[in-house]
Nanobody, 119 residues
């Protein structure tokens, strides 16, 4: 069973920055897609950003221009750089990894890291 270990959450003031990290127990090359989701209290989990093994990126409209997802294959790590943070970014952020073995696909989740944006 794959494990994803997240770090980097915390409390930050509006306008501040944080960088989240996700390290999978397996080889990062073995995942077709890696991404970040978030879930705020009383809301559904939503996609924040994802990156494919080929380097294609997708972002939620609410974070475009502020957040950047990247992967460092040498460090076996996926990052989410979050700038210009807003109170509405407050949520638990989850790392997600998908491995495709057609016709099946396998999704893995981290335990989540809390991000709180407040003055």
């Amino acid at each position: 069973q794959e494990q994803l270990v997240e770090s980097g959450g915390g409390l930050v003031q509006p306008g501040g920055s944080l960088r989240l990290s996700c390290v999978p127990s397996g080889d990062i090359f073995s995942f077709n897609v890696m991404g970040w989701y978030r879930q705020a209290p009383g809301k559904q989990r939503e996609l924040v950003a994802r990156i494919t093994s080929g380097g294609s990126r997708n972002y939620a409209d609410s974070v475009k221009g502020r957040f950047t997802i990247s992967r460092d294959n040498a460090k076996n790590t996926v990052y989410l750089q979050m700038n210009s943070l807003k109170p509405e970014d407050t949520a638990v952020y989850y790392c997600n990894a998908i491995r495709m073995r057609l016709p099946d696909s396998y999704a893995y989740w981290g335990q989540g890291t809390q991000v709180t944006v407040s003055s």
